[in-house]
T-cell receptor
Framework: SQQGEEDPQALSIQEGENATMNCSYKTSINNLQWYRQNSGRGLVHLILIRSNEREKHSGRLRVTLDTSKKSSSLLITASRAADTASYFCATDYFSDTDKLIFGTGTRLQVFP | DVKVTQSSRYLVKRTGEKVFLECVQD?????MFWYRQDPGLGLRLIYFSYDVKMKEKGDIPEGYSVSREKKERFSLILESASTNQTSMYLCASSFPQVWRGNEQFFGPGTRLTVL
């Protein structure tokens, strides 16, 4: 399976700090997405970046994509305790874009 | 708001039982997916359906089957449950990429324990 990998596996920070998570993938993509999962719940879509984009913002989220390095990063600025969750990147299959390949996730803990 | 619901949040079954996990979406999505999620392994695709009565195997279909008789409903069937199928099962749905982008909408998950 062409699974992506997130780095780090776990991250602990204080409220107000920024959190950066990285994702690497293996093959050409059309887009890359980030999802969030609260403990024991389903995933929620956060943001999508297309292969021809380099950076995208949504509120306190900033995503970058470097297709030459096959990597992406998710930055959450001014973290809050409510941001505590697991974060997953997902890429499509270039030739079969309806399916996604999910990474193993970064578990973020934000302490008040 | 898109809503994807799953029939049970928690389920406990015995080895050898036939288990049905139901998923319903209310957004008229063509695509529906079943994943299992295990610690350290992320989400792995079990089966994918792109239309009524159409299905495609994912990465780990062994021991599972699916049924999609109506567009809004996608069922995952464990023909004879085994302890190694103890896991969190997640259902998702989406429009086809060529129409609306391939963002997936997830249900809350079913935590299945097989004893």
């Amino acid at each position: 399976s062409q699974q992506g990998e997130e780095d780090p596996q776990a991250l602990s920070i204080q409220e107000g700090e920024n959190a950066t998570m990285n994702c690497s993938y293996k093959t050409s993509i059309n887009n890359l997405q980030w999802y969030r999962q609260n403990s024991g719940r389903g995933l929620v879509h956060l943001i999508l970046i297309r292969s021809n984009e380099r950076e995208k913002h949504s509120g306190r989220l900033r995503v970058t994509l470097d297709t030459s390095k096959k990597s992406s990063s998710l930055l959450i600025t001014a973290s809050r305790a409510a941001d505590t969750a697991s974060y997953f990147c997902a890429t499509d299959y270039f030739s079969d874009t309806d399916k996604l390949i999910f990474g193993t996730g970064t578990r973020l803990q934000v302490f008040p | 708001d898109v809503k994807v619901t799953q029939s049970s949040r928690y389920l406990v079954k015995r080895t050898g039982e036939k288990v049905f996990l139901e998923c319903v979406q209310d957004m008229d999505h063509e695509n529906m997916f079943w994943y299992r999620q295990d610690p350290g392994l992320g989400l792995r695709l079990i089966y994918f359906s792109y239309d009524v009565k159409m299905k495609e195997k994912g990465d780990i279909p062994e021991g599972y089957s699916v049924s999609r008789e109506k567009k809004e409903r996608f069922s995952l069937i464990l023909e004879s449950a085994s302890t190694n199928q103890t896991s969190m099962y997640l259902c998702a749905s989406s429009f086809p990429q060529v129409w609306r982008g391939n963002e997936q909408f997830f249900g809350p998950g079913t935590r299945l324990t097989v004893l």
